[in-house]
């Protein structure tokens, strides 16, 4: 697992020592938390470290890589448009970047999403979809302002994803602070789940029992709910839901932000989907995981309640760095790739894959719930961290120490691989999964 190439750093201690002094890391517990490592190079699906170790990136760096790290058509991308244009102000300006991107976008998007709301992060995405959602309905004279949103789903950081995400935890501290969503249980299943039926109807009757006519709009992970633990339903129950809310009168937001740009094996999970939202919220893959840029898709229709001959109508959000010219381009450049064939094959392969893996997998009897869509597979080791302790910790030492980077979210291991990864190393990652459930797991 080493390798010979000169460190960029001129002194890693000491960049480590600055690192404690004055970073605060993001999801963290600085007090028990290990050093971090000082990475210092990537290529490929490999992350570099300043000790000479290399680590195989099966999360693709916390779910932004799409093509593999310092991908060189993207670098050379944002090199290019960073010596023509590095950014400029969006309102009153617009550039091509920005608008190459929003039709390309638009013209692969479900259902008639055609305009395109740039933002940061997927957090800003979210935030914008429910504040286009309520104000569409404000601006129309409507009443409609009850959210709903699946149980378990997590749509970002900030106070209103929080609030969509309520049921996610980690907000405790801010709870009184949050506004009122209503939660749609989510019907999880996996590979030979003999309930999902049953659990389907039950989902079903509870969100009937919450449609009204003051239902603004419904926000949902389709198909993976990613950091609730690679948690995956049925495309018919997400259809179902759709056409329930829709009926209802109610808009419908998907965010995409996790499972775009291929990582369920499709474009978008949309595309396993017959019905198609009003909104849809998109970033972590969009720039091949080079820069930050978020995206809020929506409807022409809705575009039009903000049409008026006053400002009070007009959508009034924005960041400073709305439709950042490099991060449209690193879009541009990852969206090539993505539209590859090689890249449509690729996920075919890392499916298949996956799918060759899941009988070992699912056999294993300290594994349970074994589960994939497209790209992602996952599982939970039985009984691992009943006792309390770190169990997601130490896992990711365990992988680490084989040469792999995932990030368990609490007994769910899952594999969610940048696409140009190898049958080889995927290989090394199952071997490493099932070490992991004969060390940590307990027969059920
Ligand atoms: C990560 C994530 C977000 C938040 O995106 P950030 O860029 O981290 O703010 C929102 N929704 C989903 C589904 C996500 O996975």
Same mark, same amino acid.
């Given at each position: 697992m080493t390798s010979s190439f000169p460190s960029a750093l001129p002194d890693p201690s000491a960049l480590l +020592?600055? +690192?404690?002094?004055?970073?605060?890391?993001?999801?963290?517990?600085?007090?028990?938390?290990?050093?971090?490592?000082? *990475?210092?190079?990537?290529?490929?699906?490999?992350?570099?470290?300043?000790?000479g170790t290399r680590l195989l990136d099966m999360v693709s760096s916390w779910w932004v890589n799409l093509h593999g790290h310092a991908h060189p058509a993207i670098a050379g991308a944002i090199a290019r448009q960073a010596q023509e244009l590095e950014h400029v102000i969006f309102a009153g300006f617009t550039h091509a970047p920005a608008v190459?991107?929003?039709?390309?976008?638009?013209?692969?998007?479900?259902?008639?999403? !055609? @305009? *395109?709301?740039? !933002?940061?992060?997927? !957090?800003?995405? %979210?935030?914008?979809?429910?504040?286009?959602?309520?104000?569409? #309905?404000?601006? @129309? #004279?409507?009443? @409609?302002?009850? *959210?709903?949103?699946?149980?378990? #789903?997590?749509? #970002?950081?900030?106070?209103?994803?929080?609030?969509?995400?309520?049921? !996610?935890?980690?907000?405790?501290?801010?709870?009184?602070?949050?506004?009122?969503?209503?939660? %749609?249980?989510?019907?999880?299943?996996?590979?030979? +789940?003999?309930?999902? =039926?049953?659990? =389907?109807?039950?989902?079903?009757?509870?969100?009937?029992?919450?449609?009204? +006519?003051?239902?603004?709009?419904?926000?949902? =992970?389709?198909?993976?709910?990613?950091?609730?633990?690679?948690?995956? /339903?049925?495309? /018919?129950?997400?259809? =179902?839901?759709?056409?329930?809310?829709?009926?209802?009168?109610?808009?419908? *937001?998907?965010?995409? %932000?996790?499972?775009g740009f291929g990582r369920t094996g499709r474009l978008w999970a949309a595309r396993h989907l017959s019905e198609v939202p009003d909104l849809m919220c998109l970033s972590k893959g969009i720039t091949g995981g080079f820069l930050p840029l978020g995206v809020t898709a929506a409807t022409e229709e809705l575009y039009r309640a903000f049409g008026g001959d006053s400002f009070a109508q007009a959508f009034a959000h924005g960041h400073s760095y709305t439709a950042n010219p490099l991060s449209c381009a690193a879009a541009l450049a990852s969206l090539d790739l993505t539209l590859s064939p090689e890249t449509a094959a690729n996920w075919e392969r890392i499916g298949a894959a996956h799918e060759r893996a899941l009988p070992e997998l699912a056999a294993h009897p300290h594994l349970e719930r074994v589960r994939r869509c497209g790209t992602i597979l996952a599982a939970e080791i039985r009984g691992a961290g009943e006792y309390g302790g770190n169990v997601s910790l130490e896992l990711r030492q365990f992988f680490a120490a084989r040469g792999l980077l995932l990030r368990p979210l609490g007994n769910v291991v899952y594999l969610l691989p940048p696409y140009v990864v190898t049958d080889e190393q995927l290989g090394q990652a199952y071997a490493a999964f099932l070490d992991a459930a004969q060390t940590f797991g307990r027969p059920g």
């Open positions: +020592d600055l +690192d404690a002094r004055h970073v605060w890391h993001p999801f963290t517990q600085a007090r028990t938390a290990p050093e971090p490592q000082v *990475i210092v190079r990537g290529e490929g699906p490999y992350l570099y470290a300043a000790d190459t991107l929003a039709a390309r976008l638009a013209a692969e998007l479900p259902g008639r999403l !055609s @305009r *395109i709301f740039y !933002s940061d992060n997927g !957090s800003t995405a %979210v935030e914008a979809a429910l504040k286009i959602a309520l104000q569409a #309905g404000f601006n @129309r #004279g409507e009443t @409609r302002t009850r *959210i709903l949103a699946f149980e378990g #789903g997590y749509h #970002g950081d900030t106070f209103g994803a929080m609030s969509a995400g309520a049921t !996610s935890g980690f907000y405790a501290p801010f709870q009184d602070k949050l506004f009122q969503v209503d939660f %749609v249980p989510y019907p999880a299943t996996w590979a030979g +789940d003999p309930e999902v =039926e049953a659990k =389907e109807r039950a989902a079903l009757s509870a969100l009937d029992a919450l449609l009204g +006519d003051d239902v603004a709009a419904i926000v949902l =992970e389709p198909l993976v709910q990613g950091s609730a633990g690679m948690r995956m /339903a049925r495309p /018919a129950y997400v259809d =179902e839901v759709v056409r329930r809310v829709r009926a209802a009168g109610g808009l419908v *937001i998907f965010d995409e %932000v996790m499972t």
